[in-house]
């Protein structure tokens, strides 16, 4: 690609048609095919955009304005100056190159490469693009001339390419200036948030060989409830109000799953099921949840300044959050030494807490918090851990994203305490006769039975009517 032809999205294949929504990595892109943000169609299931055609003419045009501003305007000094100043600037050379050469460009194409320089030089370069369209919800930019993104759960390769692999270091260098962090051959790894809430993960050689790499999680601006999951078919109807029961009954619950199944998103709408009266206590790696409601905190962690100082971790968060009066926590990820203070806090009154993790279902869950207590250098007899997992976990909810793309509530299980081989989980709800039909996914959310520890906690904790009530649903 010459260095600023700029297309938006190449032709994607394999996207499939529907008819009911497919879920995006947070559930929530309800994509049809049709025209999305002024720039994507698909058709015949081809993923098709309007690349903006641009002449030879044009791309020369604009690679001589660019050279000539950047002689004049320094990168840095661009990134201080007022948008409407710089783009003032940029309208001064590129009407003077115009003149100057009597260049055959129409008034749209002036717009257009006054658009790409801006985006150039201050923004993210051809990324731009690609975080403006609503349906995408992941980028990852493996080099400088392969760049993909995820649409409707699918990973698809895209035409967007930058100039070089300078290019791609001088926009990592970019956001990482952007959120005050530094990306270099001494510091070759940065994970933080960008302006509008999404996340983006860099690293860089040496330690990555093909050049630098960038992934960009989007933030979802919609806010999925309960039950939209439900119309999109990522749960029952039965599940739903087995969790709004949950929720009344203030069981603590883990949300499990792998990259990019959705368990954010989960614990997003699960939150939304909490009383309104409650004082909640949100603490995130990087701030993704959208709590939607009246009293809460939020709290992000954060990482060391470029002189290694000032980390503050999930785990330091935790132990603070403790002492700021919260009914319920919610903590965006457990990961490792973080899960102690975490058990403590559901096992000392704040009930109704809710998490995340990664696990491929319920049991690999309960076996990843053993694990991140001992790798926490806790020194508990085992029979100890695991005590003290199962008097803080009531519930774990898997989400799984399926071969079709579409994410799914596959295994809601109830911890029953200990027994003689340990920790005692019994299902409550399965994703069963799993088959595929022309690429689709299909198979029965079924409902496995209320175990009885289960029921009385439920009762225990007030919520005997939304009990009955449920009872009534499952045997419907």
């Known amino acids: 690609m010459s260095k600023f032809g700029r297309k938006e999205i190449s032709e994607l294949v394999d996207t499939p048609t529907q008819k009911a929504p497919i879920l995006s990595s947070n559930f929530s892109d309800k994509g049809n095919g049709e025209k999305q943000g002024g720039h994507s169609s698909q058709e015949n ?128 260098q970019r956001i990482a200036s952007q959120v005050g962090r530094r990306i270099d051959e001494l510091s070759p790894m940065v994970d933080a ?109 954060r990482p060391s300044n470029m002189e290694g100082a000032g980390l503050v971790a999930i785990s330091d968060l935790l132990r603070n959050a403790l002492r700021m009066r919260p009914d319920r926590l919610v903590i965006g990820e457990c990961r490792g030494a973080e899960a102690f203070d975490m058990l403590q806090a559901m096992n000392t009154g704040h009930n109704g807490s809710m998490s995340t993790l990664h696990a491929n279902n319920t049991r690999e869950a309960l076996h990843r918090i053993e694990n991140m207590l001992l790798m926490a250098g806790h020194d508990f007899p085992n029979q100890v851990v695991k005590s003290y997992i199962a008097d803080a976990v009531d519930l774990i909810v898997h989400v799984a994203r399926m071969k079709d793309g579409v994410r799914r509530v596959t295994q809601i299980s109830s911890v029953e305490g200990l027994d003689e081989n340990g920790i005692n989980i019994q299902d409550i709800f399965l994703f069963n006769n799993v088959t595929e039909e022309r690429g689709k996914i299909k198979g029965d959310f079924e409902f496995q039975g209320l175990p009885k520890i289960l029921r009385e906690k439920i009762e225990n904790h007030g919520a005997g009517n939304a009990l009955n009530n449920f009872l009534k649903l499952a045997s419907s």
């Not at 002449?55 to 304005?65: A, D, P």
């Not at 992934?215 to 601006?221: A, D, H, L, P, T």
């Not at 999925?224 to 078919?233: A, G, T």
Request: glycine letters at 4%; aromatic letters at 6%.
């Open 45 to 172: 299931n081809h993923y098709k955009t309007k690349v903006v055609n641009q002449s030879q003419n044009v791309i020369t045009f604009k690679e001589k304005v660019f050279d000539r501003i950047i002689k004049h305007i320094d990168l840095v000094a661009a990134a201080k100056m007022p948008s409407s100043e710089l783009r003032h600037e940029i309208e001064h050379y590129v009407l003077e190159y115009s003149e100057e050469h009597q260049a055959q460009v129409s008034r749209k194409e002036l717009q257009d490469i006054i658009n790409d320089i801006m985006d150039d030089m201050v923004g993210l370069g051809p990324l731009e693009i690609l975080l403006k369209d609503p349906s995408i919800s992941d980028i990852l930019i493996n080099s400088y001339n392969l760049v993909f993104v995820e649409r409707f759960g699918k990973l698809f390769k895209t035409d967007i390419a930058f100039r070089d692999e300078k290019h791609v270091l001088q926009i990592a």
């Open 193 to 301: 948030r960008l302006q509008d809430g999404s996340r983006v993960n860099i690293i860089i050689p040496p330690v990555s060989l093909g050049g630098a790499s960038i992934s960009i999680r989007k933030f979802q601006q919609q806010n999925i409830k309960l039950n939209d999951l439900v119309q999109y078919n990522s749960l029952s109807l039965k599940m739903a109000e087995f969790l709004k029961m949950a929720a009344e009954a203030r069981l603590n619950v883990i949300i499990s799953g792998g990259t990019g199944a959705g368990k954010t998103t989960l614990l997003n709408a699960l939150s939304g099921l909490i009383d309104p009266s409650e004082r909640v206590i949100s603490i995130e790696d990087s701030a993704e949840l959208k709590l939607s409601l009246p009293h809460v905190v939020r709290l992000e962690s």
